[in-house]
């Protein structure tokens, strides 16, 4: 197949074999896409989908009410589960929780949670475009020389002589297609965390068992755009004893091993000076009090000295915007990842909870990109994360070639994207710069 994949694409696609315009199973309907993947040509047309996350969180799918978990200052530092402390911690210091059975271990390691069966099937096509031959006005003569006159003024050791003399030859226009398929997921993952008591009520049975971690609604700030957000799951607080201090509040210094003495620091524990003098801070003993401590213990970090800590299940969801992009053969030696920096004119825009994949346009290494990004996006995320919107477009990328001639010899450049860049690779003016 002709033409380039870049972006999230992680395996090598097979090319030289464009694929074959599929036949319109749907009389009546756009044939500008194809059904998924599981559903066979001539098989009953697309059902509109449903939407399973509904917007009202008061639905029978959103979770009971909670109230919320009390969170301590975050400047106050967390005692991370299965900490080491002068014992180890009770059998019952990570559980149980209803539902949440296999966390006993306390071994915070963050586990992966499969979202529920995916109850989305592509929605309806979007009418196509009209055009199937969409032109880009040739760039003008002025428009080419403004921009190679400024691709030198930014390049330190090219002079600008030759952008302002050259005599134009030829113009070539390379414009092609470029496809992006965007899959907006959220996956949920859940672990145990450790904090001090502040007092707070806890919740653990309170409203009987806790919600599910897909049943919590948790609403995403910007649909296509990475984001984080990290939540405590109600009705799973309890208040433990501290496991590294074991309830006393104080722990051993670690820096001086509960010895109370550190080795001096004037003298570096040799009792003398460089003169050979003793010593005046530790008078000659090379130890001196330490001054993290007093008598030998120190406040307990993991509890801030209250003996207690509050044990509790954290969620953390993650939205990403993954992206699948190919850009179709352009028949130059132009490099085709220079277009990753710029943008094109878009001529095609679907944005549904699942896009269908694309059936005929025009150029048939677009449809079959197309087809090539829907099962990819299919196969990597529907096991590991929901989907919750997709997003596909198509942009017609500028790309024209340029010859010209200077001081009588012939030269080339390309000059593309919207934004009129310039690629070359035989600019004839260069000097040696040293930069200082």
């Not at 019952?92 to 306390?106: A, H, I, K, L, R």
Request: net charge neutral.
């Amino acid at each position: 197949m002709e033409g380039s994949y870049y972006g999230t694409v992680d395996q090598p696609h097979q090319m030289g074999h464009p694929s074959q315009p599929m036949m319109n199973a749907y009389p009546g309907v756009n044939t500008m896409y194809a059904p998924p993947p599981s559903q066979p040509m001539g098989a009953a047309p697309f059902v509109a989908p449903v939407n399973p996350y509904p917007n009202n969180l008061n639905s029978n799918f959103a979770a009971p009410h909670y109230p919320p978990v009390g969170m301590d200052n975050p400047s106050v530092p967390l005692l991370s589960a299965g900490a080491l402390g002068p014992t180890a911690p009770s059998s019952d210091m990570f559980g149980p929780v209803p539902g949440y059975e296999g966390m006993n271990t306390g071994d915070n390691s963050g586990r992966f949670l499969p979202p529920p069966p995916p109850a989305l099937i592509p929605g309806p096509a979007r009418p196509s475009p009209e055009n199937a031959e969409w032109a880009i006005p040739n760039i003008t003569e002025d428009a080419a020389k403004e921009a190679f006159l400024q691709y030198a003024k930014e390049s330190c050791c090219y002079g600008t002589s030759a952008a302002k003399e050259m005599v134009f030859k030829e113009f070539n226009p390379f414009n092609t297609y470029r496809y992006r398929l965007e899959t907006f997921t959220e996956a949920r993952a859940f672990d145990w965390q450790i904090k001090p008591f502040d007092g707070h009520s806890t919740d653990l049975g309170a409203y009987g068992p806790p919600p599910q971690p897909w049943d919590i609604p948790v609403p995403c700030s910007t649909l296509f755009k990475d984001d984080e957000k990290k939540m405590p799951v109600p009705g799973t607080s309890s208040v433990k004893t501290c496991p590294q201090c074991m309830g006393i509040g104080k722990t051993v210094c670690t820096k001086c091993a509960g010895t109370g003495r550190v080795k001096c620091t004037w003298c570096h524990g040799t009792g003398k000076h460089v003169d050979d003098e003793q010593c005046s801070t530790c008078s000659g003993n090379g130890t001196e009090s330490c001054r993290s401590c007093s008598g030998a213990m120190q406040c307990c970090e993991g509890c801030s000295g209250k003996g207690k800590v509050v044990n509790y299940i954290q969620l953390t969801v993650t939205w990403r915007n993954n992206i699948f992009e190919f850009v179709a053969d352009h028949n130059s030696d132009f490099p085709t990842d220079n277009f990753k920096k710029v943008t094109g004119e878009k001529i095609f825009t679907d944005e549904q909870h699942l896009v269908p994949p694309l059936v005929t346009f025009p150029k048939q290494s677009i449809n079959k990109a197309s087809q090539d990004g829907q099962n990819e996006h299919y196969s990597k995320f529907n096991s590991t994360s929901r989907i919750l919107k997709q997003r596909q477009t198509i942009e017609l990328l500028p790309l024209t070639k340029v010859n010209y001639t200077w001081k009588g010899n012939p030269y080339s450049y390309f000059v593309y994207g919207r934004e009129n860049k310039v690629y070359t690779t035989n600019y004839p003016q260069k000097c040696c710069c040293v930069l200082l």
